[in-house]
């Protein structure tokens, strides 16, 4: 019997239904990280526009703002996210990962409304609380997006939407890029409020995540959360019995049963302190990779290059609008964000890191040797520089796609996917808060070092850490490809872990 594709395109929405349900919570929790994007561009675009140099006038009625308010205005970001990032792990453990994501986009919506109406009373410091706010929300974002999707996908698409953060992020910021070129501070303000709002309600309908539920002895919800996300629908019953309406696979079942296991594991051995803690080999490995993952990212420059790509344009000096610039490289991150999702479960980990590294280093070099050879209008040759006037906004393109196919979204899904499973939420927190002080030690000495050594200087350093980083990750980074969570432990203790497309 023939069959019609009505009837054969059922079937298979119906026999993938979990990648569906998987790929909607992913997608809501990535949606955290595209407001993140918004909070990290921002600035960007809402500097030159308070302070009259993006070719529009002063929006404030006092004038440009003092350089050093700027400065916090810039940086309150990642400092406000250094300590909410200290107590995100309690708060993911105590209220779990679902409650920790709502409350993040919550104050997220309120931050953004309060930097909006900061137009009406131009107060400085109602600003800066605002941006700080903003931080707030990051620092919990950062590991409750990255731990709830790794608990509730399944090791096959682990990699594809453990990714998603980094994509998301990247259309946060193209956008804020995009709107912030034909709209002032405050209306841009109010404009961002947009995703959060629909993020606070898209999250309501996504399930908590199953490993969090048993961890602390809610049964039955981690069993329908772990139903819901593997397409298998709730038993119906009738005339008293009980059916279900869909049989559960063996995958389900394993996860069940894996998810019992870890319960009672952690009755019988809780999480020892911190610093206990840290003298298992299998606990401080993974935590130094990923913290030192997580100083190459920040020191690559990357933060330092989206908070103010419009000011390195500036200095540039280059005929192109520098709007324009700004929007392309924004265009063209979201772009090889984007696509690199297509290939870490396909390329691994750490050829990605690798390769990322280095096209990184070589961007950076290349913007920093025209940035030194033009340096003093009086004594640079006009006709090369005219002639070279096309390498920062290429620099800044091929930079871009470099460090969105490893670094953009690599290490968050490390993040994810090493630290072990009794210590993920306090080592979570603890390695996201420490990358947030290096965007903060990175944003809040740009202008200082730019100033000292010069803008060639600034990028040469951002080069050496570049293409370090991707050195490290190849040799010191095991790869994760395929492995489910618990082989990836394995690792640590020191047993081998066995190929594997087994279920979380």
Not at 352 to 381: C, N
Not at 435 to 448: E, I, P, R, Y
Request: contains cysteine; aromatic residues 12%.
């Amino acid at each position: 019997m023939k069959t019609s594709p009505q009837t054969a395109i059922t079937a298979w929405i119906k026999a993938n239904k979990k990648y569906f349900h998987q790929g909607y919570a992913a997608v809501m929790a990535s949606f955290t990280y595209f407001a993140m994007g918004e909070i990290r561009s921002w600035s960007s675009s809402g500097i030159p526009s308070i302070q009259g140099k993006d070719g529009r006038n002063a929006t404030l009625s006092q004038g440009p703002l003092p350089v050093e308010v700027v400065s916090w205005i810039t940086s309150a970001v990642p400092l406000g996210a250094i300590f909410s990032a200290l107590i995100a792990g309690f708060v993911l453990q105590k209220y779990g990962r679902k409650v920790t994501l709502l409350a993040s986009v919550a104050v997220t919506l309120v931050a953004f409304v309060v930097l909006a109406t900061s137009k009406i009373h131009e107060i400085p410091a109602v600003m800066i609380a605002a941006r700080a706010m903003m931080g707030i929300t990051v620092g919990f974002s950062m590991p409750s997006a990255t731990i709830y999707i790794a608990e509730c996908t399944d090791p096959k698409i682990r990699g594809l939407l453990g990714s998603l953060p980094a994509v998301f992020m990247a259309f946060g910021i193209s956008f804020v890029y995009l709107m912030g070129a034909f709209m002032p501070w405050h209306i841009l303000s109010y404009v961002c409020t947009a995703v959060p709002l629909f993020t606070l309600i898209g999250i309501i309908f996504s399930p908590e995540s199953p490993v969090w539920l048993v961890a602390n002895g809610k049964i039955k919800e981690a069993d329908r959360a772990s139903n819901w996300l593997n397409g298998i629908e709730e038993p119906i019953v009738k005339n008293g019995h009980a059916t279900l309406a869909a049989r559960k696979s063996q995958a389900v079942e394993e996860l069940l049963a894996k998810a019992k296991e870890a319960e009672a594991q952690a009755q019988a051995s809780p999480p020892p302190p911190f610093f206990t803690a840290l003298r298992s080999k299998q606990v401080w490995h993974p935590f130094v990779l990923c913290l030192a993952v997580m100083v190459f990212q920040q020191w690559s420059g990357v933060n330092a290059i989206i908070f103010n790509t419009v000011t390195i344009f500036n200095a540039a000096n280059v005929t192109i609008d520098m709007h324009l610039a700004t929007n392309i490289v924004g265009a063209v991150q979201l772009f090889a964000t984007f696509m690199s999702i297509l290939v870490v479960d396909k390329a691994g980990r750490r050829i990605l890191l690798f390769l990322s590294g280095i096209v990184m280093s070589m961007s950076m070099a290349a913007i920093g040797a025209f940035f030194f050879l033009f340096s003093d209008p009086e004594t640079a040759d006009a006709e090369l520089r005219s002639k070279l006037e096309w390498l920062p906004l290429v620099s800044l393109i091929v930079y871009m796609i470099g460090y969105s196919i490893g670094f953009a979204c690599v290490p968050f899904l490390l993040l994810g996917e090493m630290l072990p499973a009794r210590m993920r939420n306090l080592l979570g927190a603890a390695v996201s808060s420490f990358n947030l002080a290096m965007t903060f030690l990175v944003l809040k000495f740009f202008t200082t070092i730019y100033l000292s050594i010069g803008f060639h200087g600034l990028f040469w350093i951002y080069a050496v850490f570049s293409l370090a980083g991707g050195i490290f990750g190849y040799i010191f980074i095991p790869e994760t490809k395929g492995k489910t969570l618990k082989e990836i432990e394995a690792h640590f203790v020191g047993n081998a872990p066995v190929e594997s497309q087994g279920t979380v």
